[in-house]
């Protein structure tokens, strides 16, 4: 398969930044586009909707279905699926996109920021996809891809920020668990992470980040694409890079993603 043409995507926080690259990528093959996000009310300090999003989704030829949901809430999420199938008949790919964040030590971290990190990383995750399987494991070629780190148990990556990596690790472990489970059943679970920073409006928000040193979504973009249409039985369990990943399908000008071409990248989390 080399396109999603007439594929559903189902997409978490793809109201901006990469989720939104990935959905404008795949809409470019004609694919269907459900933008399951919060945004529903443009915020100053992070612009896009699910409503924007929805209109340069269908600017790049998919077809878009913005629906406004919290993964935190599971009568949303299962509103949102059973939309979807209303709408499109099925689903054929989850893409667990949504993620929060808070980079600051235990005695930094509020409970109400711990909590909210662990429910809409891995529990978000776990609860999307438990909602998407049945309709996932009745498509032709159904694919859970994750944005989530490979598993890493290095204390650097712990002590900094233990609540931030212990909700992206879950991610991380859920894709291990859903592989194990329903990679035999012919659904292809990967977990997806990037070599560099990438340029986010999220990425704007935390103090310190020279956005000239990152990469843009573009990179991430074309990544998820190279394994979503990769065969599911063929590529099941893995935790990618996306640089490693397009090196291995002949991408070899990594400077046409560059914010700043020529500056030094700035490497990403949890990867040593």
Not at 56 to 81: F, K, S, T, Y
Not at 125 to 143: D, M, R, T, V, Y
């Amino acid at each position: 398969m080399t396109n999603l043409r007439g594929k559903t995507l189902f997409i978490t926080g793809a109201s901006r930044g990469i989720g939104l690259a990935i959905a404008k990528r795949a809409a470019r093959d004609g694919a269907n586009i459900v933008v399951a996000a919060k945004s529903g009310v443009a915020n100053p300090k992070l612009p896009g909707t699910i409503y924007s999003a929805a209109a340069e989704i269908e600017a790049e030829g998919g077809i878009a279905l913005p629906l406004q949901v919290d993964i935190r809430e599971e009568e949303q999420v299962h509103a949102a699926v059973a939309a979807t199938v209303a709408r499109f008949g099925g689903i054929d790919i989850l893409i667990n996109n949504a993620s929060a964040i808070w980079l600051r030590g235990a005695l930094d971290t509020p409970m109400k920021r711990f909590d909210l990190m662990q429910q809409v990383n891995s529990r978000g995750s776990f609860l999307c996809a438990q909602a998407c399987l049945p309709e996932l494991l009745k498509a032709s070629n159904p694919h859970i891809l994750t944005l989530a780190p490979p598993i890493n148990l290095a204390p650097k990556w712990w002590g900094p920020h233990v609540g931030y990596t212990l909700a992206k690790m879950g991610m991380s472990f859920v894709t291990l668990g859903l592989a194990a489970e329903f990679g035999p059943r012919g659904v292809g679970v990967n977990a997806l992470w990037p070599r560099t920073v990438i340029l986010t409006d999220a990425l704007k928000m935390i103090p310190g980040v020279d956005p000239n040193g990152a990469r843009t979504p573009a990179i991430m973009a074309d990544a998820a694409h190279a394994i979503l249409t990769t065969p599911a039985a063929q590529m099941t369990g893995q935790f990618l890079v996306d640089e490693d990943l397009l090196r291995s399908r002949g991408i070899s000008d990594f400077e046409q993603y560059a914010v700043q071409p020529g500056r030094p990248l700035l490497p990403d989390f949890f990867l040593d």
